[in-house]
T-cell receptor, first 116, second 111 residues
Framework: DQQVKQNSPSLSVQEGRISILNCDYTNSMFDYFLWYKKYPAEGPTFLISISSIKDKNEDGRFTVFLNKSAKHLSLHIVPSQPGDSAVYFCAASTAYSGAGSYQLTFGKGTKLSVIP | DAGITQSPRHKVTETGTPVTLRCHQTENHRYMYWYRQDPGHGLRLIHYSYGVKDTDKGEVSDGYSVSRSKTEDFLLTLESATSSQTSVYFC??????????FGPGTRLTVL
């Protein structure tokens, strides 16, 4: 039973264009969401997060949108750069609800390729 | 970057051999985690710790044990390695339990 789903295993985007990575979740108790980026042979690095009290969070070229009613979040990268080519993982937790134990549940990842 | 190291970085072992992976942090963070990453599965939690001597199981804990005798060290032990435990293992740390910061990983091959 996959609680966090990234339905697109891969995505190719031209340099300078917008990259949109999508993530769906099924557990309505999730109240904190994160995106991680991972290069080959390295550990994942934290990118951006959003709590359930917000619907948007922005950090430079990266924006995360949360649609609680649809149980959907997305990561927008504008403009996309070749160095953004990596695997992106969506993750969720129930930290604020008190029902969780500070665990993250990860999606399977989306491989983004930014073409020069 | 968070001060987190993993050792060894690569290991090849044989089925039935005990294996211990070490995670060391210099950040004094409360929470520590062990994940494995496999193709088609993303990152799956094995065990985690919320303090010295306080640990709990994650999603894929069978065949693994952990210990945390000091804040800075979190050990993952495979008592008798099997080929299904061939994977890349990541340690993560967190102060709040929300944002987690990952180590560089250990690639383990069980022949």
């Amino acid at each position: 039973d996959q609680q966090v789903k990234q339905n697109s295993p891969s995505l190719s985007v031209q340099e300078g264009r917008i990259s949109i990575l999508n993530c769906d979740y099924t557990n309505s108790m999730f109240d904190y969401f994160l995106w991680y980026k991972k290069y080959p042979a390295e550990g994942p690095t934290f990118l951006i997060s959003i709590s359930s009290i917000k619907d948007k969070n922005e950090d430079g070229r990266f924006t995360v949108f949360l649609n609680k009613s649809a149980k959907h979040l997305s990561l927008h990268i504008v403009p996309s750069q070749p160095g953004d080519s990596a695997v992106y993982f969506c993750a969720a937790s129930t930290a604020y609800s008190g029902a969780g134990s500070y665990q993250l549940t990860f999606g399977k990842g989306t491989k983004l390729s930014v073409i020069p | 970057d968070a001060g987190i190291t993993q050792s060894p970085r690569h290991k090849v072992t044989e089925t039935g051999t005990p294996v211990t992976l070490r995670c060391h942090q210099t950040e004094n963070h409360r929470y520590m985690y062990w994940y494995r990453q496999d193709p088609g599965h993303g990152l799956r939690l094995i065990h985690y710790s919320y303090g010295v001597k306080d640990t709990d199981k994650g999603e894929v804990s069978d065949g693994y044990s952990v210990s945390r005798s000091k804040t800075e060290d979190f050990l993952l032990t495979l008592e008798s390695a099997t080929s299904s435990q061939t994977s890349v293992y990541f340690c993560a740390i967190s102060e709040s339990g929300n944002e987690q910061f990952f180590g560089p990983g250990t690639r383990l091959t069980v022949l």
